[in-house]
């Protein structure tokens, strides 16, 4: 099994308990699980998210608004240069769990930089669902994990703040 399989074995199998209701929070999750694991990138992921997304970081204690077609491209693409910049990239989803208003996923991203710098990132991000779309995102981590990778993404003209 590669590990592109596997991580989707991964994925799936934490979704599946939760899937029994199958309504639009588990729908949204399960389609912003495979984009944000990188297994399944959905084209029309922009679509998950409400015109306008509120965006906190545990490190900056200032939300944000933002589009949320905007914020959807811009996660891909973030996604997309930390695996390209991350060697041996393994994004782990190891805890998720929906309700009737949005979803918790907790996620360890680990490798290492071209300089041998080790990546470990761990994160938990809250996401609330209204009719069907996503209206917020908490993010909780450690800024001093993501430092490391944060500034090779900026050295490569890859990071978008």
Do not use: N
């Not at 389609?31 to 029309?44: E, K």
């Amino acid at each position: 099994m590669t590990d592109q399989q596997q991580t989707m074995h991964e994925v799936m199998s934490l979704l599946a308990p939760s899937m029994a209701a199958d309504g639009p929070v588990h729908q949204v999750a399960t389609r912003f699980v495979q984009t944000y694991s990188l297994t399944r990138v959905d084209p029309d992921f922009h679509e998950l998210f409400a015109e306008t997304v509120e965006v906190w970081h545990s490190f900056d204690h200032e939300t944000v608004s933002l589009s949320g077609g905007e914020f959807a491209g811009a996660m891909v693409r973030m996604l997309r240069a930390t695996k390209d910049m991350v060697r041996g990239h393994c994004d782990r989803i190891w805890s998720l769990t929906v309700d009737h208003d949005g979803f918790a996923l907790a996620a360890t991203a680990s490798g290492e930089l071209e300089d041998d710098t080790p990546v470990r990132i761990s994160r938990c991000l809250l996401v609330t669902v209204r009719d069907g779309r996503i209206t917020r995102i908490d993010e909780f981590g450690d800024q001093r994990q993501r430092t490391p990778l944060d500034e090779a993404l900026r050295a490569a003209g890859r990071f978008r703040s």
